[in-house]
């Protein structure tokens, strides 16, 4: 069964920076696209970083030059370095795989950012 743990989350003050780990379950995780998204209170769920299996990358405007995603095929396990973190960073931060027409989802971690 396909599974993926997310873990890092937490609090931090603004200007702060936190590291997501996705890990997965399956051994095929090299050949699968991962993303990560975030859902803040009130609002739908948003792309934040995607990474493919040949390791180009993609970040939302809103991200671009503060958030790094990075993956390690032979640990199955795919990063989302954040840095400079804002107040409106803060939602739930899923990771999702997708492969072919199989998509799948982790349980999300925390992030806050206040102060």
């Known amino acids: 069964q396909f599974r993926l743990v997310e873990s890092g989350g937490g609090s931090v003050q603004p200007g702060g920076s936190l590291r997501l780990t996705c890990a997965s379950s399956?051994?095929?995780?090299?050949?699968?696209?991962a993303g990560w998204y975030r859902q803040a209170p009130g609002k739908e769920r948003e792309l934040v970083a995607r990474?493919?299996?040949?390791?180009?990358?993609y970040y939302a405007d809103s991200v671009k030059g503060r958030f790094s995603i990075s993956r390690s095929n032979a640990k199955n396990e795919v990063y989302l370095q954040m840095n400079s973190l804002k107040v409106e960073d803060t939602a739930v931060y899923y990771c999702?795989?997708?492969?072919?027409?199989?998509?799948?989802w982790g349980q999300g971690t925390q992030v806050t950012v206040s102060s």
């Open positions: 399956t051994r095929g995780f090299s050949v699968y696209t």
């Open positions: 999702k795989s997708s492969y072919l027409a199989n998509n799948y």
């Open positions: 990474i493919t299996s040949g390791g180009d990358t």
